[in-house]
């Protein structure tokens, strides 16, 4: 069983950024792809993007190419996404995600292949 904990959500204006984390418990950090996804009021849960176990390969949608970095540090059991140029459109509740994986450099990008969330956190853009 895996838990995860996100931080750093809040309000900032447009143009403005912001930095999430993710951490995670257990001790094999590093067999696990991440992902973060986020929720607008009124749609469906929306993949952003995913890193592989060993960090060395990522997936962005287009809308955040440029503007979002995903990392991790297997070290700390933590996923970071800075979020830079954010628009009001990005105002979502961010989730972090979890799901073991057979390979190092393997990124999951569906919902459906995650087995572990965390709690949330909203990140509300003004424009």
């Known amino acids: 069983q895996v838990q995860l904990v996100e931080s750093g959500g809040g309000s900032v204006q447009a143009g403005g950024s912001l930095r999430l984390s993710c951490g995670a418990s257990g001790r094999t950090f590093s067999t696990y792809a991440m992902g973060w996804f986020r929720q607008a009021p009124g749609k469906e849960r929306e993949f952003v993007v995913g890193i592989s176990g060993s960090g060395g390969r990522v997936s962005y949608i287009d809308s955040v190419k440029g503007r979002f970095t995903i990392s991790r540090d297997n070290a700390k059991n933590t996923v970071y996404l800075q979020m830079n140029s954010l628009k009001p459109e990005d105002t979502a509740v961010y989730y972090c995600?979890?799901?073991?994986?057979?390979?190092?450099?393997?990124?999951?990008?569906?919902?459906?292949?995650?087995?572990?969330w965390g709690q949330g956190t909203q990140v509300t853009i003004s424009s």
């Open positions: 995600a979890a799901s073991q994986t057979l390979g190092s450099m393997v990124v999951l990008t569906s919902h459906y292949e995650y087995a572990y």
